[in-house]
């Protein structure tokens, strides 16, 4: 779904340009003529010209339509002006007054076009960049694909199954990469991913991949965060190496279970963690690949790690500070 900047939706709520010359000065008198009929109404409040009452409408006029209309009811504002005078008392003064009058109206007629034609400029220069956006977002998530593809057909090619083995994890940190693409917000203009939506479909996908007969049940609560697209990869990664190896380890035997990932925003810090009910954390944990990779991540975030026996299981939590939160939009 799109979402439009204040911008465009002002300008949704002006008329498209160029509109047929008669409905644009037909406008442009109807409101100076209403503009005119206050004008009588306030009398002297108005000042002794009364000049302040036609602002509006050709400021209006430039803005809605274009130039033209603007010059349009300027002059007919000049007429109304004038029919209302006593041209035998003062004539210099009048002219003085009116001529006046004219140059400031044709002024605010060229920056009222200048800013609907700024506007314009803007929305089409945003869009340009969105599409740009886009398009890149498209290349680098088919460049992703492709390198997880071949990595996959050579993992196949592998007789070794520790070599196999580190070729698929790679294809699941790859297709985490990818995941962060598909549910970037890019026509939002913040180009921030649901964290929600991004690890619920992440571990559906690592349970569907990795369970196989096993009745192991994955369940995934997260607040609704919408985090940048640096923070979300690196939150994606974390997740997928700790589920990854909840399931390759916490469950030996066939044995069923549960993982639960939960994601929560308490004031200015997220807590991430990762629980099962299987074995129980290991006493001696030999730190490969997947564990320094975590550990990194959680370093580059400046975050913190800690791992705990449950009367059930493991539960791994990882706190990370997030600093200039937007917490009416929940952005990070």
């Known amino acids: 779904m799109i979402a439009y900047t204040r911008v465009e939706k002002l300008l949704q709520l002006l008329p498209v340009r160029p ?55 300027t002059a007919l504002s000049v007429i109304l002006l004038g029919s209302g005078l006593d041209w035998a008392g003062d004539l210099a003064h009048h002219l003085s007054a009116l001529t006046l009058f004219v140059v400031v109206a044709a002024f605010i007629v060229i920056v009222g076009e200048g800013m609907r034609t700024a506007w314009e400029r803007e929305v089409r220069a945003q869009q340009a960049a969105e599409l740009l956006l886009e398009e890149q977002d498209h290349r680098i998530k088919n460049e992703l694909g492709i390198a997880s593809s071949l990595i996959t057909l050579q993992a196949k090619a592998q007789s070794n199954d520790e070599v196999r083995s580190a070729l698929e994890q790679a294809v699941a940190r790859l297709n985490v990469l990818a995941k962060s693409h598909d549910h970037l917000r890019i026509r939002t203009g913040d180009h921030v991913t649901d964290m929600q939506e991004y690890l619920g479909e992440l571990c559906r996908q690592l349970g569907d991949a990795l369970r196989g007969t096993r009745p192991i049940a994955i369940t995934v609560d997260a607040d609704h965060v919408a985090a940048r697209g640096h923070l979300a990869t690196r939150i994606g990664l ?12 916490a469950f030996p035997d066939d044995r069923a279970g549960a993982i639960y990932v939960k994601l929560e925003r308490i004031q200015s810090e997220l807590t991430l963690t990762i629980e099962d009910d299987g074995v129980g954390c290991p006493e001696d944990v030999k730190e490969g690949l997947g564990s320094r990779l975590t550990r990194l991540l959680v370093q580059e975030l400046k975050g913190t790690i800690t791992r705990n026996d449950t009367p059930n299981g493991c539960r791994i939590t990882i706190t990370i500070p997030t600093n200039g939160l937007d917490r009416e939009a929940n952005r990070i």
Do not use: M
Request: hydrophobic share 60%.
């Open 238 to 249: 974390i997740v997928n190496e700790l589920v990854v190896n909840a399931l390759k380890h």
């Open 19 to 73: 509109q047929p010359l008669l409905l644009r000065y037909g406008a442009a008198a109807i409101l100076v003529l209403l503009f005119f009929i206050f004008h009588l109404g306030v009398g002297p409040a108005a000042g002794e010209y009364g000049f302040i009452v036609y602002i509006p409408p050709i400021l209006l006029t430039s803005i809605l339509f274009d130039r033209g209309s603007g010059f349009f009811a």
